[in-house]
């Protein structure tokens, strides 16, 4: 019988595609995990990795066997926290993959209060704006913002998105500013990755899907920020990036009657596990009360009102809808079938 040590270490190096770098990571030394791995395709009578001199990668049946593993390494896991978790607290290493700027601005300023408040529990940031396989990767949890795709993955909101059009002081000075959608045609607008559309929400609610262009584009929200800042274009970006400049009066939100879709929020997204560990469970409870519906980015601020403008029925949809979503907020936003 495989025994789960030797489970883990082939997740590892599988992971890794690095055998000292899975020692190093289990405190093994290369030659050890080397034969472990060696005795488990002995052992399964099948080859798991290629060697070659410069890289180690999976088979096609290494790829089949790793993705049953880790479902086993996860479970195992599961039947440890399920055991442990009520009688000790949080503890061990917590790898989080998040985006850039929204981890350097919103998470890192506030983790001595979380690892004062979690003293046992070790943390491992990878920050990439780019969507990672959380559980090819090895991660416990991570941090996305916008609209969710469908997957087996689970997601819970930890903030809204809100999103507005915005331009510097100087931009405007020269560019009059916006006032309807079509004008967004003459604007010069700064582009996020491939992004070539903007979502737009209205005040009734409907939504409009605009074609934008311009001369720059950056997969940075720094890089775009500044730019923003520095009167290069007009921008469509998320409050909790711009909040400071806005305060400042660095730029100005223009049409306001039109922001993101509804859609869009902070999520922390994780693997569908019956028993989420106390470790994550921790994080993902410390950020969430840390923001709340109406985050700390967003006070002071004169973010657009989506109801402003409606009248009659609308307006009191528009009521109830928001009287059901603070209803609904009062419990965990948890759901199944997201990423």
């Known amino acids: 019988m495989t025994a789960i040590t030797d ?41 798991l990795f290629q060697r070659t001199t410069r890289q180690l990668t999976l088979t096609e049946t290494g790829e089949g066997y790793f993705k049953r593993v880790t479902d086993i390494i996860a479970l195992y896991e599961e039947a440890e926290d399920f055991v442990s978790r009520r009688n000790t607290s949080p503890r061990g290493l917590l790898k989080v993959a998040a985006p850039t700027s929204f981890a350097t601005l ?8 979380f690892l004062a408040k979690y003293p046992e529990i070790e943390l491992d940031f990878q920050l990439n704006d780019n969507i990672v396989d959380i559980i090819r990767e090895g991660f416990d949890v991570a941090i996305r913002i916008g609209e969710l795709a469908d997957s087996s993955l689970v997601a819970r909101k930890i903030a809204p998105d809100n999103r507005v059009l915005c331009a510097a002081p100087s931009y405007l000075k020269s560019n009059p500013a916006p006032t309807k959608i079509s004008d967004l045609q003459r604007h010069n607008c700064l582009l996020s990755g491939t992004q070539d559309t903007w979502r737009l929400r209205d ?29 290069q274009g007009l921008g469509f970006r998320s409050t909790w990036d711009i909040a400071p400049e806005l305060e ?27 028993f ?45 809808r928001a009287a059901a979503n603070k209803k609904m907020s009062a419990a965990p936003n948890e759901f199944h079938g997201m990423i």
């Open 7 to 47: 489970l883990e270490i082939f997740a590892r190096v599988a992971r890794t595609g690095n055998m000292s770098a899975a020692g190093r990571e289990m405190g093994l030394s290369p030659a050890v995990v080397s034969k472990r791995i060696s005795l488990l395709e002995d052992r399964l009578g099948a080859r």
């Open 106 to 113: 919103h998470i890192a300023p506030h983790l001595p209060m």
């Open 203 to 231: 005040s009734d609610g409907k939504e409009h899907l605009v074609r934008v262009e311009g001369n720059l584009r950056s997969n940075s929200s720094d890089f775009i920020r500044e730019a923003l800042r520095l009167g």
């Open 248 to 274: 400042r009066g660095e730029l100005e939100i223009v049409m306001p009657e039109y922001t993101g879709s509804s859609n869009f929020a902070v999520h922390a997204v994780y693997p569908c596990r019956e």
């Open 276 to 320: 989420l560990p106390a470790k994550v469970h921790a994080f993902i409870d410390f950020l969430t009360e840390l923001y709340g519906s109406d985050p700390y980015w967003n006070k002071g601020l004169k973010i657009p009102d989506g109801n402003k403008g409606q009248s009659g029925s609308k307006k009191k949809k528009a009521t109830a």
